[in-house]
């Protein structure tokens, strides 16, 4: 079955640099990148997701970039603010019925002003 | 709006009860999931269904089952609640290489 890692645990930066989380994957049929971010006491949700047939997709600060050869995809802040602090987690599984989704271990980002 | 909702925000057990954690989701999705999240553990998936009846195990289903009758409803069944099943339970749910939406969670403590 699919396995995903993640880098790293856990990452400290300064309001307004930017922070980059990497996550490998193990199944080539994998087909489809979720990023999700989890705040303090609540529940996980999606930030950003790209499909195999992306290489690069950015909405306003954040961005992921895929690579299929490498089986690895990353995600990327910039400009971060303190709000940004929080556990983010990547996935991956592929678009068939009776498909797991499977997560990394999560980053906990932390961002200081 | 969608929506994910499990049964109880916290619960206590005794060890060796029969525990159930409820899932409904009113977004017609053929995927639902149990993970168990600990810290430095990130989400573990214990079991998941891609439609009723139908169910697969996932990475660490020792000690749990799970039961799909309709669509909208996946529940996590806990044979012989132990100690080291105190953990925090989420469900999920999502149409196939899609957005997964997530309940709140259900904080599960076994005494």
């Known amino acids: 079955g699919e396995n995903v890692e993640q880098h790293p645990s856990t990452l400290s930066v300064q309001e307004g640099d930017s922070a980059v989380i990497k996550c490998t994957y193990s199944?080539?049929?994998?087909?489809?990148f979720p990023w999700y971010k989890q705040e303090l006491g609540k529940r996980p949700q999606l930030i950003i997701d790209?499909?195999?047939?992306?290489g690069e997709k950015k909405d306003q600060r954040i961005a992921v970039t895929l690579n299929k050869t490498a089986k690895h995809f990353s995600l990327h802040i910039t400009e971060t603010q303190p709000e940004d602090s929080a556990v983010y987690f990547c996935?991956?599984?592929?678009?068939?019925?009776?498909?797991?989704?499977?997560f990394g271990k999560g980053t906990t980002l932390s961002v200081s002003s | 709006d969608v929506k994910v909702t499990q049964s109880s925000r916290y619960l206590v057990k005794r060890t060796g009860e029969k525990v159930f954690l409820e899932c409904v989701q009113d977004m017609d999705h053929e995927n639902m999931f149990w993970y168990r999240q600990d810290p430095g553990l990130g989400l573990r998936l214990i079991y998941f269904s891609y439609d009723v009846k139908m169910k697969e195990k996932g990475d660490i289903p020792e000690g749990y089952s799970v039961s799909r009758e309709k669509k909208e409803r996946f529940s996590l069944i806990l044979e012989s609640a132990s100690t080291n099943q105190t953990s925090m339970y989420l469900c999920?749910?999502?149409?196939?290489?899609?957005?997964?939406?997530f309940g709140q969670g259900t904080r599960l403590t076994v005494v």
């Open positions: 790209i499909r195999s047939n992306v």
């Open positions: 199944d080539s049929a994998s087909n489809y």
């Open positions: 999920a749910s999502t149409i196939v290489g899609s957005e997964a939406f």
């Open positions: 996935a991956a599984t592929y678009n068939q019925a009776g498909t797991a989704l499977i």
